[in-house]
């Protein structure tokens, strides 16, 4: 298992293709249905681009994700905890996650994967509100975001001023048939930037395909 230059997150290359681990914060449990190798007494979970959009960025070339050993992380649209469960081996037990997402039922698997994983708490809320739940979580080292909502920006700047630490890092994904499907998904990407600009820097930006169809991830800092 190779180091990568992003922190806590490994891969074993062959000529064809590569292939992303993390640290099993939880050795013998997975998460979904990746692969655990264990090598020189440490096990490693695979981390699949077809699955989380982080790691598909990360294949695209991002240059660096914002998210190291003990960081706090809010993390919007936490669905069943895929991409959750691995940005909680990336902050170890150090780090905290705030995992937050508006559906009862992706919530309840979520709740599940919590249980093992002590670093992750699971919230009920809608993030584009995020006055509402003020109470339950601090200040943060990033905000990650994966909401399939038409105003995606908006949420995320909302969040991102309310939360977000000065410097901190936010990652943006977006998925452009949930804001417009009658256009074109580049055209879309680049008024997204254009706004998101307004407020913070973007330090880096990538096209996820071909792992994830009409999806792309800024990757920004608060001035």
């Known amino acids: 298992m190779n180091k990568t230059r992003l922190q806590g997150v490994f891969e074993e290359a062959n000529k064809r293709y590569r292939n992303l681990f993390?640290?099993?914060l939880t050795p013998g449990f997975r998460v979904y249905d990746e692969v655990l190798i264990k090598e020189g007494g440490i096990e490693y979970r695979s981390w699949n681009p077809k699955k989380s959009k982080l790691a598909a960025a990360i294949l695209k070339g991002a240059s660096q994700i914002g998210i190291k050993e003990g960081d706090v992380v809010l993390y919007l649209g936490a669905a069943s905890g895929t991409t959750v469960s691995h940005v909680s081996d990336i902050v170890e037990e150090k780090g905290f996650v705030f995992a937050l997402d508006f559906a009862p039922r992706v919530l309840r698997d979520l709740v599940f994967v919590c249980e093992k994983r002590k670093n992750i708490a699971p919230i009920l809320s809608n993030a584009n509100k995020p006055e509402s739940y003020?109470?339950?979580l601090c200040t943060v080292d990033t905000v990650y975001?994966?909401?399939?909502?038409?105003?995606q920006e908006e949420i995320f700047l909302k969040n991102c001023d309310l939360y977000l630490k000065k410097n901190g890092f936010g990652l943006l994904a977006v998925k452009a048939r949930s804001v417009d499907v009658s256009k074109n998904p580049k055209k879309i990407f680049n008024e997204?930037?254009?706004k998101i600009e307004e407020k913070m820097v973007v330090v880096d930006y990538r096209e996820l395909e071909p792992f994830q169809k009409d999806h792309c991830m800024f990757i920004c800092k608060k001035k």
């Open 134 to 136: 003020i109470g339950n």
């Open 192 to 194: 997204i930037r254009k």
């Open 145 to 151: 975001q994966d909401v399939a909502q038409r105003n």
């Open 22 to 24: 993390t640290k099993n």
